[in-house]
Nanobody, 121 residues
Framework: QVQLVESGGGLVQAGGSLRLSCAAS????????MGWFRQAPGKEREFVGA?????GATYADSGKGRFAIANAKNTVYLQMNSLKPEDPAVYYC?????????????????WGQGTQVTVSS
């Protein structure tokens, strides 16, 4: 069993930065691949990025060059730079015991409660 708690969301101006954190408890983060997803009102939950067992990260096209995922001990971070008006959403972290197809929500067994990101123009 893994418990995930996100933090770090908030209001930021367009062009600004935020760093989201996902604290994992129950098992070490290194035993799971970790993903970040986001969901805006009225839209499907979408993949933002993920980091696999080896520490390799992949990103959705929407965040390439702007977002970066890193992990340390039992915390996974999502650094978001150059935030755009289309980035606001509730951001979720998730843990997967699998190490492939991490862009799909179905690969994840555990989810956090989400943290709201708002971008003002």
């Amino acid at each position: 069993q893994v418990q995930l708690v996100e933090s770090g969301g908030g209001l930021v101006q367009a062009g600004g930065s935020l760093r989201l954190s996902c604290a994992a408890s129950g098992r070490t983060v290194s035993a799971y691949a970790m993903g970040w997803f986001r969901q805006a009102p009225g839209k499907e939950r979408e993949f933002v990025g993920a980091i696999n067992w080896s520490g390799g990260a992949t990103y959705a096209d929407s965040g390439k060059g702007r977002f970066a995922i890193a992990n340390a001990k039992n915390t996974v971070y999502l650094q978001m730079n150059s935030l755009k008006p289309e980035d606001p959403a509730v951001y979720y972290c998730a843990a997967s015991p699998r190490n492939y197809a991490l862009e799909y929500t179905s690969q994840y067994d555990y989810w956090g409660q989400g943290t709201q990101v708002t971008v003002s123009s």
